[in-house]
């Protein structure tokens, strides 16, 4: 969430900037609201009658962009009425009163059955797991344990004299930072080099040591949609422990990844199948399909997952496990997860996720036949793709391209690459499901329109490349 530093415009007398209201948003009296509109950034005197609320927080809301025009986001945009409807009417339920709402629990606990399945757990049946506000937060839970496994085997050093690292590429979403500074773990980062934009196997084992608490792979990078090698991963950690005994576990941040690998790219073998992988992340409100407000979090087995960090509590009613960075949370988004999972199917997410890909890997190869532009990554991992502008594109760069799309009502992210590759500057573009094939050709109507102009400046117009936005999310 985004710090906001105080108001913008109106001082705490209320003296500043007001609403206005519509004199039809009056239900009694048609006049009454224009000489009573409500300040912005202190609580109104009195109350508003309901409509005339909905009508101004409605007003100002459609300043926002369009979410389905919205090419920055992994987070889906649309579901089908029936989902909105349940969700709905499970709004007002708090998912933590798993006695008083013993059904909302069940379909949790059958989510995280499938995803074991689905995933290759060594025991599907009873696998452990929850389900988070999103894949950050599950990503918290994930690097928790993995510290805590760590520290149980370290008790002489820790915390005394050692220092505990976590190693991952430096494409990481910003979520695994944030871990390691809330909890002081030491980030030990694989940078790009040339055109491998994502972490190095062998890289990444060189900077495990004693104080290794685990290896990070993402299935899915969020810089331009490529899968890691986790298999590649796990495979340098073996020949580690062969050599110096020392035995590293891999998380999978599957944020994305996880629930698209699966259906298209069965072969693919990133999963428990691997024996070092101890523990899972993705995304319930990405490509699994659900909106935003649900990820989930799975452990290889019961070991894997420390039972000092599960705490139970019996003041709801019952006796609970829990284990979660916040307590309370509504439990829509659980049964909409659900939802999807019974709705779809494998073959129904099969042939969702294959129709973004199809759509990715088309729009890629329409934008690089314009010319102007050189693809880093063709959407045929995630159905996201990475392109540049091409070496003889003098007049303009990404950031000019972003600018001018946007005008169009297209939110299409611009932003440099992290370290060794400060240098490239991409687009993005991320095809969800909704992000229909006709869609993409507007939006290469409306790029195609665009270039003439682009090309006739003298030079590119975004001169701050610090205005970058990155979206990684």
């Known amino acids: 969430m985004a710090l906001h530093k105080g108001s913008h415009g109106d001082d705490h007398s209320g003296k500043g900037r007001k609403l206005a209201l519509n004199p039809f948003f009056g239900e009694a009296d048609p006049t009454a609201g224009m000489t009573s509109a409500p300040p912005t950034h202190r609580l109104p005197d009195g109350p508003l009658p309901p409509s005339t609320a909905y009508g101004l ?38 998912m933590i009163d798993k006695d008083e709402y013993p059904r909302t629990a069940e379909l949790e606990r059958r989510c995280v059955a499938m995803l074991a399945d689905l995933w290759n757990a060594p025991d599907p049946t009873n696998a452990v797991g929850c389900s988070t506000t999103g894949s950050s937060e599950a990503c918290m839970l994930a690097g928790l344990a993995l ?24 494409n990481v979403q910003v979520c695994w930072e944030k871990f390691c500074n809330f909890w002081e773990v030491e980030a030990r980062l694989v940078p790009m080099e040339g055109e491998r934009f994502h972490i190095d196997p062998q890289a990444a084992a060189d900077l ?16 331009d949609g490529s899968y890691e090698p986790v298999a590649g991963i796990c495979e340098a950690l073996d020949a580690l422990q062969e050599r110096t005994g020392l035995d590293v576990p891999v998380h999978v941040d599957g944020a994305s990844g996880a629930m698209v690998a699966p259906f298209v790219d069965e072969d693919l073998v990133w999963d428990f199948r691997l024996p070092r992988v101890a523990s899972i992340n993705t995304s319930g409100h990405k490509y699994g399909l659900v909106y935003p407000g649900v990820g989930w979090a799975l452990w290889r087995t019961p070991e894997d997952l420390p039972e000092e960090l ?29 939802y999807t999972f019974l709705r779809l199917g494998r073959e129904g997410f099969r042939a969702v996720q294959q129709t973004s890909r199809d759509v990715a890997r088309g729009l890629a190869t329409r934008i690089e036949a314009l010319g102007d532009f050189r693809l880093l990554t063709r959407g045929d991992e995630l159905p996201v793709f990475a392109v540049t502008t091409a070496p003889d594109v003098t007049a303009y760069d990404v950031f000019d391209v972003s600018r001018r799309l946007r005008e169009h009502g297209w939110l299409v992210p611009a932003y440099t690459f992290p370290a060794n590759r400060q240098d490239l500057s991409v687009l993005r573009i991320v095809c969800r499901n909704g992000f229909s094939s006709d869609l993409a050709e507007l939006l290469l109507e409306d790029l195609r329109a665009l270039l003439p102009e682009l090309r006739r400046q003298a030079r590119p117009l975004s001169r701050d490349k610090s205005a970058a936005t990155s979206f990684h999310h």
């Open 310 to 338: 599960v705490f139970r509590v019996n003041y709801l009613g019952g006796d609970m496990p829990t284990f979660a960075l916040n307590f309370s949370r509504p439990g829509a988004q659980v049964v909409a997860q659900y």
């Open 208 to 223: 495990c040591d004693e104080n290794t608490i685990g290896v990070v792979g993402i299935l899915g990078s969020t810089f």
């Open 57 to 94: 927080v409605h007003d100002e809301l459609m300043l926002d962009g369009n979410s389905r025009l919205n090419l920055a986001t992994f987070v889906t945009t649309w579901m089908e009425p029936q989902a909105g409807v349940l969700m709905a009417e499970c709004r007002d339920k708090n």
């Open 147 to 170: 510290k805590r496994r760590w520290a149980a085997k370290n008790p002489d050093r820790y915390p005394a004299t050692a220092r505990p690292n976590l190693v991952m590429g430096v």
